[in-house]
């Protein structure tokens, strides 16, 4: 199973400097088992606010990233719940302060480890940090 970070979403679904080699990766995935947690459902909306905030996108390209979300969600990807021993697993990864993890790439380490999926990330320290904590990460 391959569990998807928000980073390689927010790539797949608006224009950054990855966006093609990522949409290319997607291609070349058909029949794998592709999943995302609530969480993701959540931090991708964030991120899409955060970019229209801070003008790296238009109303518009927000609206046509989360329908292209939505179109994923519906059809490539499974979302996985997130539970409470998921959330404590987190904050332990977490309180390794010396990995610099933040909250939400804790969980989608705890979540993606318990599943016992790799975590398919644009984000070298998340990667890192996986390895670290036993969680199978792949850099993309």
Same mark, same amino acid.
């Given at each position: 199973m391959f569990y998807l970070d928000t980073s390689v979403l927010? $790539? $797949?679904t608006t224009n950054e400097p990855r966006? @093609?080699? @990522?949409? $290319?990766?997607?291609?070349?995935?058909?029949?794998?088992?592709?999943? @995302? !947690?609530d969480w993701v459902v959540t931090e991708f !909306?964030?991120?899409l606010s955060v970019k229209l905030r801070t003008r790296q996108i238009k109303a518009a390209e927000r609206v046509d990233a989360l329908a292209a979300f939505a179109r994923l969600c519906a059809g490539a990807l499974a979302l996985l719940p997130v539970s409470r021993s998921q959330f404590r697993t987190a904050a332990r990864f977490a309180d390794t302060h010396?990995?610099?993890?933040r909250g939400s790439d804790a969980l989608h380490l705890a979540v993606s480890g318990d599943y016992g999926a790799t975590l398919y990330t644009l984000d070298r320290r998340l990667s890192e940090a996986g390895a670290s904590l036993g969680v199978k990460t792949a850099l993309l």
């Amino acid at each position: 199973m391959f569990y998807l970070d928000t980073s390689v979403l927010v $790539a $797949a679904t608006t224009n950054e400097p990855r966006t @093609i080699e @990522i949409l $290319a990766w997607f291609d070349l995935q058909v029949g794998e088992d592709l999943s @995302i !947690s609530d969480w993701v459902v959540t931090e991708f !909306s964030a991120a899409l606010s955060v970019k229209l905030r801070t003008r790296q996108i238009k109303a518009a390209e927000r609206v046509d990233a989360l329908a292209a979300f939505a179109r994923l969600c519906a059809g490539a990807l499974a979302l996985l719940p997130v539970s409470r021993s998921q959330f404590r697993t987190a904050a332990r990864f977490a309180d390794t302060h010396a990995l610099g993890l933040r909250g939400s790439d804790a969980l989608h380490l705890a979540v993606s480890g318990d599943y016992g999926a790799t975590l398919y990330t644009l984000d070298r320290r998340l990667s890192e940090a996986g390895a670290s904590l036993g969680v199978k990460t792949a850099l993309l």
